[in-house]
Structure formats: C-alpha cells, structure tokens
C-alpha cells in the first residue's frame, strides 16, 4: 500500500485546531471538522494532479514546517505562497470548491476560503517536512504525490465526490473516478420517449390496422421506464456495506473486528471526522472522544477502581492511549500542534483526583533500529513527564518509560499507516 499523506497531516488538524478555528471564525466544531474532512482529499488530489508541476514542486521544497495554531491567529507567513498553489492545482475550480465545501459542512464561504488555505498550508508543510526527513529530492516528492492517485479518490466522505465539489472532470486525467459510478441521470431526468403521429396528406390519421403492433410499445416503454427508475432509487437509497473495525485493547492487542450492515444514504452521517464531545469531569466538561483516553480513566476513578487497587500490580496492565497526542516525526521534544490539547484534559483530571498517580509509557513500530527506538519512545515519555511537571502535577507522576517496539503488532514490512497504531504515547494509573 502506498504513504497516505492524509495520515501526516491529520494529527495537526485534530480536536485542538477545530475547537480553536470554530471560535475563531464563529462557526459550530462539527462544520468545521466536516469542512476539514472534505478538504484534506481535494488539497491532496490537486497536488497530485500537479505532480510534476514545478511551481508547485518549488512551494513544497520552500515551505517550513506547519504551525497551524499559530497560522490560525493570522499569524502565517507564507499566504501568497499558498494562495499560488491552490491557484495552481485548483484554477477555475477554486471557488467553485470554496462554495461547495462551504454548503456542504454548512459554515460560511468566508469561513471556508480561511479553512482552505489553513488545510492547504499544512498539507504543503507536512509534505515538506516528510521529505526534508527522508531525503526526498523533487523527484521523489513527485514520486510521492503521485502515488496518492490510486488512493485519494477513496477519501471523501460520504456525500461529496469531485463532482458535487463543482469540479467536473478535474479529476479524469488521472481516474479518480469515484464519483464516476455515482453520476446516474435522475429518475425525474430520464429521456422520455418521442411519440409521433403520422397523418396522410390530408390531415387525417392513417388506418388504425396498422399502428396496432407499435401501440403496444406505447404504454410497455414508459412502464420499462418506470421499473428502471425505480431500481435506481432502490439501489441508491439502501445497500450494503461492510465495515471493518479495529479495536486496540489496552494490553495492546488488536481485535479486528468486521460486519456487514444495511444502511440509508439518505440517513447516513455525511461526516467521517470524529467530533470531541462534552466529557463529564465532576461537574467541569472536558473535549474529549466517548470512549477516548479521558472517557474512560473518569470513569474507572468514579467507579472506586482506583481506590480499590491493592497494588501497582493490579494497575501496570492497564493503558490509556493518547487519542491525539503526536511528536513531529523523529523529534523527542517537538509536540504537534493539538496535542496539548489532551494533556491539559490529563492535568484537569490528576489535579481533579489529587492522591492518584500515574506512569507515562512511549511506544514506536517495528521499523528502524530498535536501540534508536528504544531511546526516541524513552526520551519522549520522559518529556511528557517534564512538561506535566510543570503544569503543577508532578508529583503525581511516577515514572516515564519508552518501550520501543517491545509491544508493536503490525509487521514492519506494513503500510505507514497501518503502523500508526503501535506509534503511540500512553498513561497508566500507579500506585
């Protein structure tokens, strides 16, 4: 499978970012997240189609590294750069792509134009970033970009397709044609057949003998007409699909789990963005995901599991995956933007719950040298260590371990992306 730069990106654009830019342009987190979700495939697919354009090459050679916070408080300073780009990848399309989105997500038009250079600056970035780390000359960010072909077109979320983004056949020269099946002639537009009557030259109608074989087809084609439509409806509004499902246990076992269901397009979610909720913290709400890291530590000290636990030894088996806490690649002490979002939520809780303490374990995937991962998952979990020390809850702090690869279940020889699940910092309670 190839890189999915989508999954480089992602975790600047995480709950963080949404939460900040809603505040900053006055619209709601889920239009924002839907916004984001419809973007990121397009952004990615314009640079794709303008892989071996060298404007665009230059852009991506020149560009820093994304401070997407920072660029959000108006603080950027690369906008013309930017601006070239999507006027490069996008040319007549681009607006047509601002107000669709805009529709789409249900924010402003204003909004949405912000947005897209935000997305468009940190997709340049961390694509720069990514070849700057492994040595990638113009060649091979054109290598890159053109590997995203066979794979973006799988990326929009339900209820966008190049089509409905008002960019028409942008997308051909390179097939991704996924909204091309979809591109049916309503039921309502289907051509109706020309019924035409033939006269003899003097107006009258000719014998009615011998139009008695076509006047069959008179009625059996509307009626073939009108089965057909109503197959097409059928089929659009119900189908099947199956959904795979990975679970990642806190003993770091990964559970696959796949069904297949019947589900309502008319009905379905248009968003594939998970959206932070309110997590109930004693009365103080925190952004957090149902069934994320703060989700369920909460819940474990409301229920006196805690208290209850005679010992380290009944704790040390139970993790808590950072859902979005990310280091820039290689770095030991350079957070993602977003991430300290959910370090903050882990400081709430240890200082709402003041005797409990906590171990910080830092993990990678089975590529490289394991010496090298062994020190980079160390180094990091002792920084995050550092840094909740000095928001005041250090003493709560036990210990700070990397384990490397120790405990990565996804083989080396797997996609990136597919290795993302054992790249990960985590928390456990101790005693």
Not at 49 to 64: K, T, Y
Not at 295 to 306: C, P, Q, T, V
């Amino acid at each position: 499978m190839s890189l999915n730069i989508i999954d480089l990106i992602k975790g600047q654009l995480g709950p963080a970012f949404v939460t900040h830019a809603a505040s900053q342009y006055g619209e709601s987190e889920s239009g924002i997240s839907k916004a984001i979700g419809g973007m990121l495939p397009a952004v990615v697919g314009g640079l794709a189609n303008n892989s071996d354009n060298p404007l665009v090459l230059d852009a991506i050679m020149n560009s820093s590294s994304p401070d997407i916070l920072n660029n959000l408080s108006g603080n950027s300073s690369n906008n013309s750069s930017i601006a070239s780009v999507l006027t490069q990848i996008f040319g007549d399309k681009l607006n047509g792509l601002i107000n669709s989105v805009a529709t789409y997500a249900g924010i402003s038009n204003n909004s949405s134009n912000s947005l897209l250079n935000l997305v468009t600056g940190a997709t340049v970035g961390t694509i720069s970033r990514y070849a700057i780390d492994n040595n990638l000359d113009k060649a091979g960010i054109s290598g890159l970009l053109n590997d995203q072909q066979g794979v973006v077109s799988t990326l929009l979320p339900a209820g966008l397709s190049f089509a409905s983004l008002s960019m028409g056949d942008w997308d051909a020269r390179y097939k991704f044609d996924n909204d091309r099946d979809a591109i049916n002639m309503p039921a309502q537009e289907e051509p109706k057949p020309e019924v035409t009557r033939s006269t003899t030259l003097n107006g009258t109608f000719p014998d009615r003998n011998k139009d008695k074989d076509g006047s069959i087809w008179k009625w059996l084609l509307p009626l073939l007409l009108l089965i057909a439509a109503a197959y097409f409806i059928w089929r659009q509004c119900e189908e099947k699909e199956t959904t795979t499902t990975t679970i990642v246990t806190d003993s770091g076992e990964v559970v696959t789990d796949t069904a297949t269901t019947t589900v309502n397009n008319a009905a379905a979610d248009m968003s594939s963005t998970k959206v932070d909720e309110d997590i109930d913290l004693n009365g103080t709400p925190l952004k957090g995901y149902k069934g994320g890291m703060e989700d369920r530590m909460i819940a474990f000290l409301k229920s006196d599991g805690y208290k209850n636990a005679q010992n380290d030894d009944a704790l040390k088996d139970t993790w808590y995956n950072f859902d979005h806490v990310n280091f820039k690649m290689g770095s030991a002490n350079e957070l993602e933007a977003g991430s300290e979002g959910q370090l903050q939520n882990l400081v709430a809780i240890l200082k709402a719950y003041s005797d409990v303490k906590v171990k910080i374990g830092g993990y990678t995937d089975k590529t490289g040298d394991e010496n090298t991962n062994q020190k980079l998952s160390d180094d990091r979990a002792k920084f995050i260590r550092s840094w909740l020390d000095k928001q005041g809850v250090g003493s709560q702090i036990t210990g700070a371990d990397g384990y490397g690869s120790e405990f990565a279940t996804v083989d080396a020889s797997a996609s990136d992306a597919e290795r993302a699940v054992d790249r990960k910092m985590a928390v456990r309670f101790a005693k």
